[in-house]
């Protein structure tokens, strides 16, 4: 049997074939669920909607996270859709502004980007648990999102995402303990660094990856394949005992020591 044979899944935030959602749509596609997939404006509906024919996923809903009515009318599209219940979330979703991802963190802070990072990278992930509680309950669904090691450690440029993606983590654990009862978990996916659309925002972002691939054990990037099959077990049945963790695939990145500052 498949990991995730009959399992009905909701995957949110494909932008292109190189981002991590893909790769995760991919795995779950591949273990045998089926899949709904959200788009973020008419600029990307294009794309996404021929990814939902390339996974079988069908009609694409429309998802604006910055909106409680645009979450609350793909709430109940995707109910009509699988009345039955919801058996897995995931949440790719993160912004921040350009001059908050460069130079110091101090320098490209301001009150409006820094309240938009939050509003968008974090404060989406609660609200889409909150918006499918009923449907994931109905399944003992399990939920995902995705985050990075500068959620805890100093990570040169990433600065208020680094901030965005703690308090993203802190959202991981209160949920899981708000849902665990209801048979619901909750967790996150800390992944290396991987060339991603969203990735190419961050400053210096080729540098990083290439000082993540030195000091890695492994010596490698992983891909989103890689995260893609990870995220295809968290989503499972097999993962049943696994909840409010921060599960990461870096290839051991996080356990080294050496951080070396990325030069100017």
Request: charged share 20%; glycine share 8%.
């Amino acid at each position: 049997m498949s990991l995730l044979e009959n399992k009905r899944i909701l995957i949110t935030g494909i932008s292109s074939n190189r981002s991590i959602a893909y790769g995760i749509a991919k795995a779950c596609l591949r273990e045998g669920a089926s899949l709904t997939l959200t788009y973020n404006n008419e600029r990307f509906k294009e794309r996404v909607q021929g990814f939902a024919n390339e996974f079988n996923a069908g009609e694409i809903v429309k998802l604006d996270v910055s909106s409680d009515d645009s979450i609350a009318q793909c709430q109940e599209k995707v109910a009509l859709k699988w009345p039955e219940g919801l058996d897995g979330l995931v949440h790719s979703i993160a912004w921040a502004p350009r001059e908050g991802l460069e130079g110091k963190f101090i320098d490209g802070i301001s009150r409006e980007g820094f309240l938009s990072a939050m509003n968008i990278s974090v404060y989406s992930f609660p609200a889409l648990v909150k918006a499918f509680a009923s449907l994931l309950i109905k399944s003992k669904g399990s939920v995902i999102t995705m985050t990075y090691l500068g959620s805890e450690r100093i990570v040169p440029n990433y600065n208020t995402m680094g901030v965005a993606k703690a308090a993203l983590e802190a959202c991981v654990r209160y949920l899981a303990a708000d849902l665990g009862p209801e048979g619901v978990r909750v967790n996150s996916v800390s992944s290396g660094p991987i060339k991603t659309l969203a990735a190419s925002g961050i400053k210096d972002f080729s540098a990083l990856a290439n000082l993540s691939k030195t000091l890695t054990p492994l010596r490698s990037l992983m891909t989103t394949e890689e995260v893609g099959n990870l995220s295809a077990y968290l989503l499972s049945d097999y993962s049943a005992g696994i909840t409010a963790e921060n599960i990461y695939i870096d290839g051991g990145f996080n356990k080294m020591a050496a951080i070396a500052s990325i030069e100017e």
